[in-house]
């Protein structure tokens, strides 16, 4: 089955970066792209940016601009998403999703990113 | 992009029928037909209910559905059960590989 396996929760201090991997199993990964979505606690879901698990294209959320980077690796199956000069506003749970045409699914299981100093 | 509006909580008794709005701009939900709903259950990853504005993946309940009417999206889930008491989110395409969700709104079984 369709599955993505995410990293471990991980704590940050504001100013550091932070990398979270996605590992995708169950089907063809160049033939999808890979969303990146957070959540920070009590809060909506905020789309950050989707990376094309064919040729590496990125589109990132505006505001995220100049601090995120999405990565893929096509021998593991993977992608990565690099968040930088965290802030604390950016506690919250990281979600993979495949791009499914133009919605999302499956997602992976989510990953808490804490900034705190 | 700002975020799609959504009625912060919604409620019904067993047996009976919500409907949730999303509210966007002729630049997202009024502009493609590609609205997706999910469902999300505390500390649980959510879970695709509806893509392109009416259509259900296999295994999700024929009591969830969607429907569109210019910039406002809708799921309605019919006969309630307490099983749909979960957060749910719309989503709309809104062009150049750029996505946006909505507030989110809660449901509650009475």
């Known amino acids: 089955q369709v599955q993505l396996v995410q990293s471990g929760a991980e704590v940050k201090k504001p100013g550091a970066s932070v990398k979270v991997s996605c590992e995708a199993s169950g089907y063809t990964f160049t033939n999808y792209g890979i969303n990146w979505v957070r959540q920070a606690p009590g809060q909506g879901l905020e789309w950050m940016g989707w990376i094309s698990g064919y040729n590496g294209n990125t589109n990132y959320a505006q505001k995220l601009q100049g601090r995120v980077t999405m990565t893929t690796d096509t021998s593991t199956s993977t992608a990565y998403m690099e968040l930088r000069s965290l802030r604390t506003d950016d506690t919250a749970v990281y979600y993979c999703t495949r791009g499914t045409r133009f919605w999302f699914d499956p997602w992976g299981q989510g990953t808490l990113v804490t900034v705190s100093s | 992009q700002s975020a799609l509006t959504q009625p912060p909580s919604a409620s019904g008794s067993p047996g009976q029928s919500v409907t949730i709005s999303c509210t966007g701009t002729?630049?997202?939900?009024?502009?493609?037909?590609?609205v997706s709903w999910y469902q999300q259950y505390p500390g649980k990853a959510p879970k695709l209910i509806v893509y392109?504005?009416?259509r259900r993946p296999s295994g999700v309940p024929d009591r969830f559905s969607g429907s569109k009417s210019g910039n406002t999206a809708s799921l309605t889930v019919s006969g309630l059960q307490a099983e749909d008491e979960a957060d749910y989110y719309c989503?709309?395409?809104?062009?150049?590989?750029?996505?946006?969700f909505g507030t989110g709104t809660k449901v509650t079984v009475l």
């Open positions: 002729s630049s997202d939900v009024g502009g493609y037909n590609y």
């Open positions: 989503s709309s395409y809104a062009g150049s590989n750029n996505y946006v």
């Open positions: 392109e504005v009416g």
